[in-house]
């Protein structure tokens, strides 16, 4: 079975710290994908990677970014965490192709305070 | 713009009878369509998901779902609800010209009742 790890189910940190969000898949997939779910807005996507050191802007970049040294690990980071990034993060991989289904994490809940 | 609805907040439905969760989608072209299930404190799991060819598609734990391509739905389906199917559903499209990224639906939570 496709495994996704995400480093911590619940994190809470102060208004301004730097937070990394480390996420590591054990199936060599080359897509690899960070979400943010809030309610009522469903799954929203921030950034994902195509392969190692690649990267593109998904739907809310802003406040973010990321990195892909290994083909496994993807990491989102929060340069400067606000209150508005209160949310629960999701990381994701896939297979290349159209047709292929992702698998997530098990989720990230993260609250700044 | 591409986009997914899910009608429906809530769903209740009383164990034993089936259940149906809405989804519609506006998107160019021929779309992929998957359905993801959340349960409390985790992650998405993969339902089903419609390609091509027959447009009932049969996915995990007695679920199905039918796409139609007039009315732009893909409604997910089961004959028998169980209490254990209580959970948030999600729908998502995968537009072709989107690569590999997917829009997901708001999300309807789903009550089984005994």
């Known amino acids: 079975d496709v495994k996704v790890t995400q480093s911590s189910r619940y994190l809470v940190k102060r208004t301004g710290e730097k937070v990394f969000l480390e996420c590591v898949q054990d199936m060599d997939h080359e897509n690899m994908f960070w979400y943010r779910q809030d309610p009522g807005l469903g799954l929203r996507l921030i950034y994902f990677s195509y392969d190692v050191k690649m990267k593109e802007k998904g739907d809310i970049p802003e406040g973010y970014s990321v990195s892909r040294e290994k083909k496994e690990r993807f990491s989102l980071i929060l340069e400067s965490a606000s209150t508005n990034q209160t949310s629960m993060y999701l990381c994701?991989?896939?297979?290349?192709?159209?047709?292929?289904?992702?698998?997530f994490g098990q989720g990230t809940r993260l609250t700044v305070v | 713009a591409q986009s997914v609805a899910q009608p429906e907040d809530q769903v209740n439905v009383a164990e034993g009878n089936p259940l149906t969760v809405k989804c519609t989608y506006s998107v160019s072209g021929n779309p992929y369509l998957f359905w993801y299930v959340q349960y409390p404190n985790r992650g998405l799991q993969f339902l089903l998901k419609y390609i091509t060819g027959d447009n009932l598609v049969k996915g995990s734990y007695g679920f199905e779902a039918e796409f139609n391509k007039s009315q732009t739905s893909f409604h997910l389906k089961k004959p028998s609800a169980l209490v254990s199917d209580s959970a948030l559903y999600f729908c998502?499209?995968?537009?072709?010209?989107?690569?590999?990224?997917?829009?997901f639906g708001a999300g309807t939570i789903l009550r089984v009742k005994s």
């Open positions: 994701a991989s896939k297979v290349t192709g159209l047709n292929t289904e992702a698998f």
């Open positions: 998502a499209v995968r537009p072709m010209e989107y690569g590999n990224k997917l829009v």
